[in-house]
């Protein structure tokens, strides 16, 4: 069978993006066996004792389960604290309960580059000058239990 390679691109639809993501995720698996599902969330929020949110974390597991740390954010003035050291702790116990051994993120230099230090993680790669006068430093992490 010949394939042509006359194409067009165009705006994603949702139905695109399913197609795309499932594409990935074939080629993927039939490369390296899934361990766990497709996404497993690990979102959680810390609040207050007014019961409002000071803080908070999206992250999940993947197919091969590594720890995949999206957003970790805490309100700047409960920075310093000890809060987002907890949030992070838990997130990443409650990954190796479920099979995690490595955990991996990027953030910026004026974000939280001495946090993610302190808190065990190895700096792995940076893009330099991005955004302009700045870094972006992509970190990983061995978990043990």
């Known amino acids: 069978?010949?394939?042509k390679a006359e194409f067009?691109?165009?705006?994603?639809e949702k139905e695109n993006i399913k197609k795309i993501v499932d594409g990935i995720n074939e080629y993927n698996l039939s490369k390296v066996p899934a361990l766990a599902d497709i996404w497993t969330r690990l979102e959680f929020v810390a609040k207050n004792e007014n019961g409002t949110e000071i803080g908070g974390i999206l992250a999940g597991l993947g197919y091969w389960n590594g720890l995949e740390i999206k957003i970790l954010w805490v309100k700047e003035e409960y920075?310093?604290?000890g809060i987002g050291t907890k949030i992070l702790k838990h997130t990443e116990k409650i990954a190796i309960e479920k099979g995690a051994e490595?955990?991996?993120?990027?953030?910026?230099?004026?974000?939280?580059e001495e946090f993610y230090l302190k808190n065990g993680y190895k700096p792995i790669g940076e893009i330099k000058g991005f955004p302009k006068g700045h870094r972006r430093i992509y970190f990983s992490k061995q978990l043990t239990k």
Do not use: G, N, V, W
Not at 8 to 12: A, G, L, N, S, V
Not at 102 to 112: N, P
């Open 1 to 3: 069978m010949e394939i």
């Open 102 to 112: 490595i955990s991996m993120l990027d953030t910026f230099d004026f974000q939280a």
């Open 8 to 12: 067009t691109i165009e705006p994603c």
């Open 79 to 81: 920075r310093k604290k």
